[in-house]
Every structure is written in structure tokens, then in C-alpha cells.
Nanobody, 125 residues
Framework: VQLQASGGGLVQAGGSLRLSCAPS????????VAWFRQAPGKEREFVAA????????YYGDAVKGRFTISLDNAKTTLYLQMNNLNAEDTAIYLC???????????????????WGQGTQVTVSS
């Protein structure tokens, strides 16, 4: 399964962006899906996730209250709505999916099997 992420760009502090991620050849049904981000010189950071059943969402502390993760009804596209962006949000954002991610590992990058190529988000202050 290949994941294609899009929607990144340059935005001023306080602005908004919406990222999208779509799988090739299948849907996200029965997969846990997530967004991570990685800034230069830093470790990959958990941003947000939706569990396999789609009933629960999870957020990293740095984005809680500002970002919203969602799936469309057909589970063909994963979104990340990012509001009130600040310079610390600048990073490459990567989408990920996995068929066997359990709740206790929802924030762990190694738990995900499929990864997109990433999309750059740059926030100017």
C-alpha cells in the first residue's frame, strides 16, 4: 500500500492548512491511521491518530486543541486540519497506516507499517 500525502505549504503564524493522505489500491478500513512530523535534527513526533475501529482519536500534547484528524466516510482519505499554526509546527508531515496497531502503541512510529513520502509545512513568524 502506497500512501500519498499532500496539502503542505508556506503559511503565516496563526494561519491554517489541511493535509490529505490517500492510499493506493485500497481504503483505510480496519487500519489505524496517523500523522507524524519530523523537523530537522529532531526525532519523529506523534501528531494525531485514529484507531482501527475509527471510534477514537488521539492527539499529541503540542497540537491538542489546534489540530483535528479525520477520515472521510468511505475511509479513502485521511485529513489533518491544522489551525492556529506557529513556527514550532514547521516540519515534514508524514501519514502512516497499520493493520495491527494496538491502543498502547498508537503514538509509536514503529507500530505503523505503511508510510507516505511526507509533505512540508513551513510556518513563518
Amino acid at each position: 500500500v502506497q500512501l500519498q500525502a499532500s496539502g503542505g505549504g508556506l503559511v503565516q503564524a496563526g494561519g491554517s492548512l489541511r493535509l490529505s493522505c490517500a492510499p493506493s489500491g485500497r481504503t483505510f478500513r480496519s487500519y489505524a491511521v496517523a500523522w507524524f512530523r519530523q523537523a530537522p535534527g529532531k526525532e519523529r513526533e506523534f501528531v494525531a491518530a485514529i484507531g482501527r475501529t475509527g471510534g477514537y482519536t488521539y492527539y499529541g500534547d503540542a497540537v491538542k486543541g489546534r489540530f483535528t484528524i479525520s477520515l472521510d466516510n468511505a475511509k479513502t482519505t485521511l485529513y489533518l486540519q491544522m489551525n492556529n499554526l506557529n513556527a514550532e509546527d514547521t516540519a515534514i508531515y508524514l501519514c502512516a497506516a497499520g493493520p495491527s496497531v494496538i491502543t498502547s502503541q498508537i503514538r509509536v512510529p514503529e507500530a505503523y507499517y505503511y508510510w507516505g513520502q511526507g509533505t512540508q509545512v513551513t510556518v513563518s513568524s
